[in-house]
């Protein structure tokens, strides 16, 4: 029996396609594929179409092919070079053809054995057919179409994703509800569910966690030229893959060979800076038993200030129609004083320093008035990036049943930000000999920044991304065969604040405190800090000693599994053979961090955390049961199959899991398929979440009367965290015609039930004055009652505790722990789909897709009532879509789409406006001989610079970094060659 070939590529063309669609299989391509073998020319096929094709040895061998040259769509292109052959195509599954002789009944009539893999999201076997759950499929073509550079963009794009959390933009902009994002990582958070709650796979595999907590996967860090296609699963699929399958899964799959080399330079740039540079080589080979091939990618992007854009420039938003966010903590500063009434500092005289740049005399002081300065001003919004990025593939045949393969994935990623200046409330005394007082005091509290004196903070780190995978698989006769691997993943995280105040040796450097004979410096000798200045008033020696301060955190994340799969025909139902996958998978995650501060003792402090570590056993299986098939069909009963499928997880930590699921796929009549899966999914909780240390840090909150007040945050893990679990139902429609409207719709359903969150991160700055978080806020007074005072004291040695504020300045303990919390209830819509026109020599392909939230239910607390927050800020907007055409003739393709964002509100009911950008390309890809394999696109995002609707932040940013991007027109330049 003859071994099956697979010949790959990309598994789609060109747009962005709709859920559960077939590839775009009339986007048009340039072909060069000379007369020749049949074999060969399929092989070139693959290669520049981008597609999966399987045949036997025997079924193409003596076949010869005219070939063929211009720009074809790929099934236009496969039926010439088959014409007189008498072959036919099908596609088994979206992406993947299957080749059989002119009248063959099915594919389980060719006898032949299959060894090579081939990955198919939502399903354990290869022999599936069509999905029961929903996919979105995006290939390499796509990816150049749509204008980005990497993977991660596009993930982010999706209408189905909410990039509210886990993008360096968020991170930075401070609206980040998880706020573990240090490395500047991006992950994929499927209907705003949370990124933990989407699981990222590479070929099927997982990755190890990112950020501080290991919570969620880094897409940021694939090299995308390697890229063949990313699969987006928008179901729950822990029946599949375990725990975090919840809202749906994300499938990398890399390329599987590689013929030749490919380059490509990318270069693009917005207004204002956010310049981004990419290069990548790609060279491979393939031979008659097997492939090899590597990947190399860089990437460098210019970082983007706050300051470059007028509603992110000064935190004063009043001009935009907001309020003014500046706070008293200034350059030059103010004489604050607290307020014990309201529980907040309030100015009692603002310092206006003279023509010396220093405050010297009671006439440099206005009573009354406040000097104001936004805490944000001059951070970065758009980090400044370095990335290195490899990936390598081998694979080769022993026989003609066994096959061995391996890969390895590096990617380190460096980051530098201009980060938040160092500002805060200080004390100085008499001691000090620039201390003046407009009212004879011997100590004055000063509200003070040092971005005048220091500039901002610079935060700098890295992150390093590494993956191996070695495995192997037997096909044995009668459609059977065995695949196991061992798998290794890590990430390496470094965040570094730098050029950070010490508040023991500013204090030192005030006076406050006596001279330390540990260090070097004397206040006497080097100069006491001047507080009462312009921001140039202290001398390098004193700016040098103060800021001396940093902190690092260093975190390690791994996941080590060991995995085996068999699969085949169990037996021949009327409707074809019923196939039977059942494996078992080992795995193990291990998560360290340690934590290295110099912020307020003498010297640095080592705060290390032990390695904390689980082990998960699983066995699972899947069947797919052909009820009814061509030899048994009727009128409106085309084909009916019913999957089945099961998990069983134990975890030495919390205990075990079962989780089903079940699918059932209709076709009444030819291209048109009907579909319901309904399964239930969990996540357990992260190492951090349960083990993370305890920490208490303070942070100014408003009052239901609009006044401040400030609150101890307590963060840190929960030993008693149990699993969350969802149950989700999703069931839609698929018609594709061949040339005509493809059309495809779909409903889903998701429902938590006992989340793992942070309740206060929900409404973070209306903690104190949302009902449904009184449960997590205790109201103290520590200047009057004894009892709260103790009991913020008691906190007073957990990392983070300020020293800069009185204890009796607090008027709210807000525990920020990790909880399992009440239900979350998702249900919503997704419509795409393409419609191809030609028109002569013209290609003309509209295409659409949109996602509608019906529901967003959300219960904080289980005692809470249900919140309705779709459409609310820190959630999904109601309608995210997508629509537009790309049009093709001979070597120029011109594309212009415009994409939709819903209008929304903010926590206190104004609405923020929707926001409707255009975006277009052009490429010329060029059928000399001279110029063969050349690709030149010129793209331009947001076409026509609009800014994002205003959004009156509380962090002083005019702009939701969720819902909008603040770069403007982005313009990239790119060119591809082969060779």
Partial sequence: MSRFSLLSGS???????????????????????????????????????????????????????????????????????????????????????????????????????????????????????????????????????RGFATVAEALTDLPQNYAGSATPVVQLAGSDRGGSNSVYATGVNLRGLGPASTLVLVNGRRLAGTGFRGEFGDVSALPSAAVERVDVLLDGASALYGADAVAGVVNVIMRRSFDGQESRVRVAAAEGGAEDVMASHLAGRTWSSGSAYLSYEYQTINALSSRDRPYTADGDLRPFGGTDHRGLSSSPGNILAFDAATGAFVARYAIRPNATGTAQTPADFVAGSANLQSSMLGADLVPALERHSVYGRLRQSFGDRFEATADLRYSRRTHEVAGVANAGVFTVTQANPHFVSPTGAASHTIGYSFLGDLGPTRQEGRSESFGATIGGGYAFDAGWSVDGYLAFAQERGLAGVYNRVNSRLLNEALGTIADDPTTSFRASVDGYANLFGDGGANSDAVLDFISSGYSEARDRSRASSVNLLAQGPLLTLPGGDLQLAVGAQVRRETFDTEVTSFLSTAAPRLSPSPQRERSISAVFAEARIPLIGPDNARPGLRSLD???????????????????????????????????????????????????????????????????????????????????????????????????????????????????????????????????????????????????????????????????????????????????????????????????????????????????????????????????????????????????????????????????????????????????????????????????????????????????????????????????????????????RRW
């Fill in 11 to 145: 598994a789609l063309a060109a747009c962005v396609l709709a859920v559960g669609t077939t590839a775009c299989a009339q986007t048009a391509r340039e072909f060069d594929i000379p007369p020749g073998s049949l074999r060969d020319a399929l092989n070139l096929f693959a290669t520049q179409s981008d597609q999966q094709i399987l045949f036997s040895g025997d079924l193409v061998a003596g076949l010869r092919t005219d070939g063929l040259r211009g720009r074809f769509a790929p099934s236009a292109a496969l039926d010439r070079l088959l014409a007189g052959s008498g072959l036919a195509w099908s596609e088994t599954r979206p992406g993947v053809i299957f080749l059989r002789r002119v009248g063959a009944a099915s594919q389980s009539a060719q006898a032949v054995i299959q060894i090579e893999d081939v990955i198919v999201t939502g399903t354990l076997l290869r022999s599936s057919g069509p999905p029961s759950s929903p996919v979105v499929m995006l290939d390499r073509d796509a990816l150049d179409r």
């Fill in 642 to 976: 019913v999957s089945l499928a099961g998990r069983y997880e134990e975890y030495d930590d919390f205990g075990s899991t079962t989780n089903p699921k079940i699918g059932v796929v209709w076709s009444p009549v030819e291209d048109l398929g009907v579909r319901v899966s309904w399964g239930t999914s969990f996540r357990a909780a992260s190492l951090p979440q349960i083990y993370d240390e305890a920490g208490a840090f303070g942070t100014f909150l408003k009052r239901a009367d609009g006044s401040d007040a400030l609150a101890l945050f307590l963060v840190g893990g929960n030993a008693d965290l149990m699993p969350e679990t969802a149950e989700t139902l999703a069931l839609g429609f698929d018609y594709r015609p061949r040339g005509r409207l493809n059309l495809s719709l779909n409903y889903f359903d998701t429902r938590f039930t006992d989340r793992i969150a942070q309740p206060v991160a929900e409404n973070l700055l209306g903690v104190l004055s949302d009902a449904a978080l009184a449960p997590f806020v205790t109201v103290v007074n520590p200047g009057t009652s004894a009892a709260d005072r103790t009991l913020v004291e008691s906190y007073s040695d957990l990392p983070g505790f300020s020293p800069f504020f009185p204890i009796e300045s607090y008027r709210a303990v807000v525990d920020a722990r990790w909880v399992n919390t009440g239900d979350v209830r998702v249900r919503g819509l997704d419509l795409s789909g393409t419609y191809p026109l030609q028109l002569g020599e013209n290609l003309v392909t509209f295409d659409a897709s949109a996602s509608y939230i019906l529901d967003y239910e959300t219960r904080p607390t289980p005692a809470a009532a249900v919140r309705q927050v779709a459409g609310l800020i820190g959630y999904p907007v109601r309608v995210r879509a997508r629509i537009g055409a790309e049009w093709s003739r001979g070597a120029f393709g011109l594309g212009l789409h415009a994409n939709h964002v819903d209008d929304y509100e903010d926590r206190v009911g104004t609405r923020i406006a929707s926001w409707t950008t255009v975006d277009a390309q052009v490429s010329w890809t060029p059928s000399s001989a001279r110029l063969d394999g050349l690709r030149l696109s010129l793209g331009v995002q947001n076409l026509f610079a609009e800014d994002p609707p205003f959004y009156d932040a509380p962090s002083g940013y005019g702009f939701d970094p969720g819902q909008a991007s603040l770069l403007g027109r982005v313009v990239a330049l790119q060119l591809t």
